[in-house]
């Protein structure tokens, strides 16, 4: 199917990659294709390449190149800075996230507390916002690690994470954020932060999916996950993904110089979305507060079922989500729509609309022309209204 003519409103999803990404890789998987552990000179350019990549990738979170660990997604960086966390406190055996983390967090915490540690996920309010003194209640002596992540990638809520990261400081506990969703929409300085490790995903980066990031803070305990050959200065394991990695660095230079678009071009067109559905659907209520992500808007519909509405846009070539992509297919309400204790009626009804710089006012146009007669087929088909 051509994805020339789709309007695509699932950035937080994954992006399309971008064309000089793919022209970026291309030498790796034709003339580089040495293993960069090697002796021979085949192995020079590739080793090159990485470390050109490591230091794209740093630059566009403010880090010493010295400090950034490639990994395999956004998934494995953050089940990283958990368990190596704990592995390098054996007697810390208590966790504290969020209530809306992303699965790659919740379901590693739950399954750590299958294991035996315990793990308190903290509450939020109504705007998706938790509170400084649950969190400082939370810490306790036996703490390894707080982990919350920066921007909710399904109402792109933003967490203050340079107070949580001094409130974590104080306290003398590790601070890890999940930086997937702001990479790229948003400035990151990981000094200015104060954050102990921070995960990036490339895909979410106009780069392909299968490569990720940790930032590790010099001097931090740290234990590997992935154990192996001596890769990555011997803090991962597994031959480098080389062309995902250089693929990664070229994102992270476009990413960077795009900042600004996000913040003025795609932040427009998104509250043009908001104002196009609300002065033209009735009953639709935007879930999560300020500040957020100027991509990201969520919008709950009273009186429809988001997994049909999904299909009714699918149908005109409009992609958008009920929430986060890994659940979609689930009948399970949103557990961070859940969290923040939005009514069922409008959780079920909720789609996430996601935008990117390659969005125009015709993709918003074309979905204000087609969503509203979607709403309204929705409701009088329901049997509740
Ligand atoms: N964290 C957040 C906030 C995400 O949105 C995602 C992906 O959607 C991930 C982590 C997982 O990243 P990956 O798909 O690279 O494993």
Redesign the pocket.
Known sequence: MSTDKLVYLDH??TTRIAPEVIESMLPCLTNHWGNPSSAYSLAIEPARLIEEARESAARLIGSDKRHIVFTS???ES?NTAIQGALTANPTKRHVVTTAVE?S?NIKFCQHLEKSGYEVTFLPVDLDGAIDFCDLQSAIRKDTAIVSI?WAN?ETGVLFPIEEIAAICRSNGVLFHT?A??VAGKLPIDVKNLGVDFLSL?A?KLRAPKGI?LLYIKSGVSFYPYIIGGGQERGLRGGTENVANIVAFGKAAELALSNIETENTQVRSLRDRLEKGIFQSIGGAIRNGGEPRLPNTSNIGFQGIEAEAALLLLDREGICASSG???TTGSIEPSHVLQAMGVPAARSKGSLRFSLGIENTERDIDFLLKKLPAIVERLRDSSPET
């Open positions: 937080n999803a997604c956004g998934t953050n992303h790659a992540m990638n999940d997937v969703q995903s895909h990720g986060s992509a890994c």
